[in-house]
Structure formats: structure tokens, C-alpha cells
């Protein structure tokens, strides 16, 4: 069956999706159209998990082994963002559009015309709209797939970020929630207590003073920071998220470690500090190098097809660590990968972009994929 025949229906799904709403936590009206969609099109072969995964499978029986699938359904924009799709010149617009609604709209296509070909793979598939990649979801819905069908899981695929980009190595992270508290009072008669957006400053400063490890790739960053409540008070309340993040287990519990150090030392009379574990990502694990290098080199294949260059793509082999669904599979030596179908700019950005041209390349890619 021609594979050019999905191509208007891709690009219709697409920019729907475009349309909902999916903040992280906040993605039911999207998994709703994704279930009502396969059920729409007659394929009935999914179940919504425990967590609000949709899920679809092809050949999944009893104990046979399994290979993974992953697209996340939610982005980082807030529920009040405007979503509404602008089309010039064969480039849609629209936040979250590439960050993952065009990887997501090409994989839903893909189980349609895997089904409608018959498609009957030499072991079991599943293909997960899942939840809560992005920030603070903390891949809770990866972990539940995971949970679920974890010990049948051969490889895995996360299908996110954008065309010529391909992840292979994970990056680990923890995250905080730092809270300072201390007696506060009036800015000119209590003068000289102690001021909780002080003692943060102060805290913020040591962080950023720290000498990073040196055995992987490793970064810290202060995202946010509230507190007071007036220019005449002194405050008495601060927090502040901080993260950091390493391509290795060993350098994130170093990082952990200053933290706590720096920490102790602010502490005085009358201040309190509490440190608070918000999200945690885990790094590599022991993951056969032979059958992960076989797993890129499908990849690779894929990605390099005519198809790319006959619409004008040329694949740069863009090959990073990253923070994505696979962290968790590979942190559980499960040879995973992650890659882009469709070309997209300026992630988690207001000014978000896809190219509606490599949205049917993405398909055919994935298809070569998956059935080769």
C-alpha cells in the first residue's frame, strides 16, 4: 500500500493535535483524542494504562518479548497558552508543534497503516502515547510502561525532538526545591536579623562557585527563585529550584554532596533550610555496547533514506546525550534510542516551528524502521 496515501491525513491529525492543550499533569483532553482516534478508525488493539498511557499493541502475547515504542503527549506550556496553528510557506507554527505533537501525530499514522497492511511483527510492539516526559512529570509515564512489561522489553524507541537529532546516551538528573525560612521583620526597625533572601543569594552564589566533576558531562542551573513580600520587609520566606545534571551516576552524587555541604554552612541561629527531592532521573546503566550499536545502526539507516534528500533533508548525524523516555530503559542496560521524524525548531519556545514537508518522510522512516 502506497505510503503517500496518509499523507493529507497526517498532516490533518497533526495540526489537531497542534490544537489541545497538554501541559505536563494536564494532558486528558489529548489522550482522550488519541483513544477516540484509534477507535474511530476501527483499530480497537489499545488500552488506556492506570496512569492515562494509550497504548497500542501488535503481536503482544503472553511472555514473548517486546519492543517499545514511546511518543510523550505532554509539553511545557501552561494550559492558558494560545495554541493556534499558523501555516506560511509549508511551516506550521505553534508551540509544542515539533516538542512532541509531530512525533506523535507519525507514530498514531504508523499504527493506522501498519494495521491496515497487516502488519504481523516477529514479536510483540507497543506503541505508548505517554505522559509526563517533560520537566517535573518525572517520566512517570515510561516508568509505568515499564512497570508493567518492563522484564519483556528488548529495546526501546522514543520518538521525540526533531529530524537529524538522535540520542543514545542519558542524562541523569536530580532537582530541588530549596526553602529558607527565617524570623524576617521590618526593614528598618528589625535591621540585622536575618533576611531568607539573603541566606538563598548567598547559597545561590556558593552553587555557582562550585568546580563541576570532570568524569562525565555535567551542569547545574538556579531555574527559579520567589520570596519577600515587600521593599520595607525583611523576608522571612525564599525558595528556589535548583538542578543539576550529569552523563554519569557518580558525578550527580558528587554535585549532591556540595549541595549538602553548602547547605550545612548557611545554616545558622534562627535559619532553616529544607532541601526537598522534586525529580529524579537516573543515568546509564550497563547496556550491551554490541546490541545498542546494532539498534543505531538501524536507526542510522533509516534516517539516512533517499526520501530525507528527495524532500530537500540532509541527516548531519547529531548525536547527543539527552534526557528523554529512554533514561529509564537505559538505566536499566536496555538498549533504547531516541530520534526525530519531523524537522522542528525552537523547542520549548512561544516561536516553535515544524516543517509540514518532513512530516510523511518522518512516516516512511519510521515505517522502514519498523518493519525492516
Known sequence: MEIEKYGEELRELFIELCRISSETEHEDEKLSFIANWYADNGLLDFEIDSVGNVLYFFGVKAYNPIHLFTAHTDTVFSQNTVLKPEIEDDVLYCPGSGDNTANLAIMMMTVKYLSETGFEPPCGMIFAADICEEGLGNLKGIKAVMGEYGVRVEEMVSLDLSYGTVINQAVGSNRYNISVKTKG???????????AIAVAAEIVDSLYRQELPKKGISTYNV????????????????????????????????????????????????????????????????????KEQFLLDRALSALKSEWWSEAGYRFEGNM???STDCNITLSKGIPSICFGLAYSEGHHTLSEFTRLDSLLPGMKTLIKFVTE
Request: charged content about 25%; glycine content about 12%.
Open 185 to 195: 521583620g521590618h526593614a528598618f526597625h528589625d535591621f540585622g536579623n536575618s533576611s
Open 223 to 290: 531555574g527559579r527563585i520567589e520570596g519577600g513580600s515587600g521593599v520595607n520587609v525583611i523576608a522571612s520566606e525564599c525558595h528556589f529550584l535548583y538542578e543539576i545534571r550529569s552523563t554519569v551516576k557518580e558525578d550527580i552524587e558528587y554535585m549532591d554532596s556540595v549541595l549538602k555541604d553548602i547547605v550545612e554552612n548557611a545554616a545558622a541561629e534562627g535559619v532553616n533550610i529544607e532541601c526537598e527531592l522534586i525529580g529524579e532521573r537516573p543515568c546509564m546503566g550497563n547496556v550491551d555496547k554490541d
Open 320 to 322: 547527543v546525550p539527552g
